[in-house]
């Protein structure tokens, strides 16, 4: 039996020029598969994931970090990189817009997403996958940060060892 590799691609930004792996299309006896064609393939996670399991953060109006929900690893230039969250929340007021972000260290944002978080005091499940490519090789730090994005409730976030606050970056090639 002849191993064989499945890929798949994403159009991540129309502003942005993609360059994909050149790939053998067609494996033949003899056929190499190149260290270039291998260093373009997925590394997978870049580190432990954050996994919290007891958080009670409340009266979430302005913008605040996720108390533990960061995730410092060594970038290398170019290359890809997926992140993803899953986080439950809710709010004392119906309609309250609830902003997640993710940032660098100081903490300018990078990229953000709005939920509505619809009826009061109702837990919601928040899921989100942001992509980014390093612009420079070393220490990279992305952190979690919250805040009303409208409406008069607070917002609270809740973990318990059943309802994880989850946050994981993986690399995903070149």
Known sequence: MIPYLEFWTQDFSVSRKETQMAINTTFTSGAILTAAQMNALPFGAVSTGVNITSLSQTGITTIVDIT?????????????????????AS??????????????????????????????????????????????????????????????????????????????????GN
Do not use: H, M, W
């Open 68 to 88: 533990g929900a960061s995730i410092t690893f060594t970038a290398v230039s170019g290359r890809r990189y997926k992140a993803s969250f899953s986080i439950s």
């Open 91 to 172: 709010a004392d007021a119906a309609n309250t817009g609830c902003n997640i972000s993710i940032t660098d260290s100081t903490p300018t944002t990078q990229q953000q997403s709005v939920f509505n978080l619809a009826v009061s005091g109702e837990q919601n499940c928040l899921t989100g996958v942001f992509y980014f490519t390093a612009a420079s090789s070393g220490s990279l730090t992305r952190k979690l940060r919250v805040q009303r994005q409208y409406g008069t409730g607070n917002i609270t976030l809740t973990a318990l060892s059943t309802l994880a606050l989850q946050f994981q970056i993986e690399d995903i």
